[in-house]
């Protein structure tokens, strides 16, 4: 088992920056892989941004690639999501989630935290 809890969210203006973090605790050895989702209002989960155990790969969805930066401490078993240039439509309840792959599918992911609300004012 492995569980996550999110914390960074909040509300800001277009065009600022948050950051979100992710801790992550149990079954953390042999460093599973690490992704972001996120859900607006009457949309579906989609994902954002994943990196391996390692660090040395990542993905991102297209709509925040040049805006977002995944990263990860191993050492302190937490991942990041660094957000720049917010917009709008980036407003959604962002997830952490963890896989024993690197994947951009929710459906490779195993274990999942309760979510922390991002909200993008004009």
């Known amino acids: 088992q492995v569980q996550l809890v999110e914390s960074g969210g909040g509300l800001v203006q277009a065009g600022g920056s948050l950051r979100l973090s992710c801790a992550a605790s149990?079954?953390?050895?042999?460093?599973?892989?690490l992704g972001w989702f996120r859900q607006a209002p009457g949309k579906e989960r989609e994902f954002v941004a994943a990196?391996?155990?390692?660090?040395?790969?990542?993905y991102y969805t297209d709509s925040v690639k040049g805006r977002f930066t995944i990263s990860r401490d191993n050492a302190k078993n937490t991942v990041y999501l660094q957000m720049n240039s917010l917009k709008l439509e980036d407003t959604a309840v962002y997830y952490c989630?963890?896989?024993?792959?690197?994947?951009?599918?929710?459906?490779?992911?195993?274990?999942w935290g309760q979510g922390t609300q991002v909200t993008v004012s004009p």
């Open positions: 149990g079954r953390t050895d042999g460093g599973p892989a």
């Open positions: 989630a963890a896989a024993w792959a690197l994947a951009t599918t929710k459906a490779r992911y195993n274990y």
């Open positions: 990196i391996s155990g390692s660090g040395s790969n990542t």
